[in-house]
């Protein structure tokens, strides 16, 4: 009996060990799956995290003018695995820490982000497209001294395979000149 007595006065004195909350702030670790989130910066539409999303939580539309895209993501269906994350080849897709999605039966159609991205016309010939993202540009184009990344990526992708081409028959034509 002195054991027990010895131990509930400690634990009196030392205050609660477990987690605070709901009362308090709680503590997520580092490798906690939470809510999805874009930057829609990076994000250039090509589809790939609809596809690998187990959960069809995720859905990209046209616009019915041509504009741009609407990204979607139901949080009220994700299962949380993390696929469009893994993915995603710009990196857009993040999964963030937080974990509260508790919510009652009527609220369950609000639990949606949606990002409307709008296209940019071509800076060569209007096409409407989505630029590159900067440190996209600057990766791809970090060993071609003469090409300005800023420029390169607001150009379509046609536009771009026609500049990085007359770039590359420059350069051949300058490394076939004979040294004087």
Known sequence: MAGFLKILFRNLLDGPSTDPY???????????????KLDPDLCMGCGMCVYSCTAKA????????????????????CCLCASCRHYCPMGA???????????DEESKYGLVEHHTIK?????????????IPPALAKHLYAQSKDVDP???????????????????????????????
């Not at 607001?154 to 004979?178: V, W, Y």
């Open 22 to 36: 709901p009362f308090g702030k709680t503590f997520s670790p580092e490798s906690i799956r939470g809510k999805v």
């Open 58 to 77: 995720i859905n990209i539309s046209p616009l019915d003018d041509g504009s741009g895209y609407t990204y979607t993501v139901w949080r009220n269906s």
């Open 93 to 103: 897709i993040s999964i963030v820490d937080d974990w509260h999605l508790a919510h």
């Open 119 to 131: 296209y940019e016309p071509c800076a060569n010939c209007g096409a409407m497209m989505r630029p």
């Open 150 to 180: 800023e420029k390169i990526r607001h150009l379509c992708p046609k536009c771009r395979q026609l500049e990085d081409a007359g770039n590359l028959a420059k350069a051949q034509t300058s490394d076939a000149q004979p040294a004087k």
